[in-house]
């Protein structure tokens, strides 16, 4: 157990909808990075928070977007969904170099 | 462009055997290395990190090599179990300063069997 957690873990969505991904890390992490991951595929970074802070984004466009909050949970959001979208999201919370994966939402846009 | 390469992209041993999975990067300027395991659906899992003056890492069964100079990376697994069947991704980190810094690797599909 890494102590990430996220919900839902399964997510079934149609095209030009709007999502929103939950994760929770443990007390003290200050640092949350998102990632999208496609079947077969490793992680790709979408972007990553430092105390409620955007501190970094990956090749995304703006569409997906993120918030941070006080209590160590934070969101991934995404508007209008595409059905290349469809992947397993990750959340990792880092603490001294070292990262902690939550167990993934899978997103299935229709 | 830093990229890391994993090979092979798939595997199948018999329970048991001993495997070897491989990992060449090409991300500068270094910081440190990454395997992680996944299982279907979960998320990753650290499984051993190195930095550069690091040349091996165990964890358990798995020992992690690292050849900075060639800059490749092996992870050996020994006595494999059932419970090994995973997906083995390489990580590397470089030291630029950017937010994230980290290139993933696709992974290498392992399958045990009894």
């Known amino acids: 157990e890494t102590g990430v957690t996220q919900s839902p873990t399964h997510l079934i969505k149609t095209r030009g909808q709007q999502v929103t991904l939950r994760c929770s890390s443990q007390?003290?992490?200050?640092?949350v990075s998102w990632y999208q991951q496609a079947l077969g595929q490793g992680p790709q970074f979408i972007f990553q928070?430092?105390?409620?802070?955007?501190?970094g984004r990956g090749n995304f466009p703006p569409r997906f977007s993120g918030l941070q909050f006080p209590n160590y949970s934070s969101e991934l959001n995404v508007n209008a969904l595409e059905l290349d979208d469809s992947a397993l999201y990750l959340c990792?919370?880092?603490?001294?170099?070292?990262?902690?994966f939550g167990p993934g939402t899978r997103l299935l846009v229709l | 462009k830093n990229q890391v390469e994993q090979s092979p992209q798939s595997l199948i041993i018999l329970e048991g055997k001993n495997c070897t999975l491989q990992?060449?990067?090409?991300?500068?300027?270094?910081?440190?290395l990454r395997w992680y395991k996944q299982d279907t659906g979960r998320g990753p899992v650290s499984l051993t990190i190195?930095?550069?003056?690091?040349n091996t890492k165990s964890n358990g069964r798995y020992t992690a090599t690292l050849d900075a100079d060639t800059k490749q990376s092996s992870l050996h697994i020994t006595a494999s179990q059932l419970s090994d069947s995973a997906s083995y991704i390489c990580?590397?980190?470089?030291?630029?300063?950017?937010?994230?810094?980290?290139?993933f690797g696709k992974g290498t599909h392992l399958i045990i069997q009894p």
């Open positions: 990792a919370s880092t603490l001294a170099e070292t990262q902690y």
């Open positions: 007390s003290g992490h200050n640092t």
């Open positions: 928070y430092y105390r409620e802070e955007e501190n």
């Open positions: 990992c060449n990067y090409t991300v500068s300027p270094f910081s440190n």
């Open positions: 190195m930095t550069f003056s690091e």
């Open positions: 990580v590397v980190r470089d030291s630029g300063g950017g937010a994230d810094g980290l290139t």
